[in-house]
């Protein structure tokens, strides 16, 4: 799985940026505008930059939360930037759409129970499992109990593993 997953999460990238540029193009937009409409609901966290929008055109990933914003921007599902999956816009993988005063994020503890409990369904070690999950490593997975923040495309080997819909794997959080 490790190298079919290395060249999906490089695909995902690439195609997001492709897909902000063709929407910001189509509506004749420059890339600050852009990024007012990403941040639009953010009324007291620190915005996202347009330098991390445009740097999605030559990086490997981006932080997991700025990219759930495009996302919502750009009305996509994580999976649609996934090769393989033919129903990436079927209900089951829309995200929730944020409310006033709310902001999507992923939720790290949720996928760690979630690998936790597949994993002794399995009988597995950490360590097996990370052999399983491409780049990542134990500490990578046990760490995400403890919250924070995640990395797309990255997260999505997880969540393939998992066999379940990325938006399971998130929350609306008050600000």
């Given at each position: 799985?490790?190298?079919?997953?290395?060249?999906?999460?490089?695909?995902?990238?690439?195609?997001?940026?492709?897909?902000?540029?063709?929407?910001?193009?189509?509506?004749?937009?420059?890339?600050?505008a852009?990024?007012?409409?990403?941040?639009?609901?953010?009324?007291?966290?620190?915005?996202?930059?347009?330098?991390?929008?445009?740097?999605?055109?030559?990086?490997?990933?981006?932080?997991?939360?700025?990219?759930?914003?495009?996302?919502?921007?750009?009305?996509?599902?994580?999976?649609?930037?996934?090769?393989?999956?033919?129903?990436?816009?079927?209900?089951?993988?829309?995200?929730?759409?944020?409310?006033?005063?709310?902001?999507?994020?992923?939720d790290?503890?949720k996928?760690?129970?979630?690998?936790?409990?597949?994993?002794?369904?399995?009988?597995?070690?950490?360590?097996?499992?990370?052999?399983?999950?491409?780049?990542?490593?134990?500490?990578?997975?046990?760490?995400?109990?403890?919250?924070?923040?995640?990395?797309?495309?990255?997260?999505?080997?997880?969540?393939?593993?998992?066999?379940?819909?990325?938006?399971?794997?998130?929350?609306?959080?008050?600000?």
């Amino acid at each position: 799985m490790g190298i079919l997953v290395y060249c999906i999460v490089k695909i995902a990238v690439k195609a997001l940026y492709e897909a902000l540029d063709e929407k910001r193009r189509a509506l004749g937009m420059s890339w600050a505008a852009v990024t007012r409409e990403v941040n639009r609901t953010r009324t007291t966290l620190r915005p996202i930059a347009s330098s991390t929008i445009t740097g999605l055109k030559d990086k490997f990933g981006g932080e997991g939360d700025g990219v759930l914003q495009m996302l919502l921007w750009l009305e996509r599902t994580p999976e649609s930037f996934i090769p393989g999956i033919p129903d990436a816009k079927a209900p089951r993988y829309q995200l929730p759409q944020p409310g006033p005063g709310q902001i999507l994020r992923w939720d790290t503890k949720k996928l760690h129970a979630a690998l936790n409990a597949k994993r002794l369904a399995r009988g597995m070690t950490w360590n097996d499992l990370a052999d399983e999950i491409f780049r990542h490593t134990p500490a990578m997975l046990t760490n995400l109990a403890k919250g924070g923040r995640v990395g797309f495309p990255h997260v999505m080997p997880i969540v393939l593993w998992l066999d379940q819909p990325a938006a399971t794997f998130t929350h609306l959080a008050a600000w």
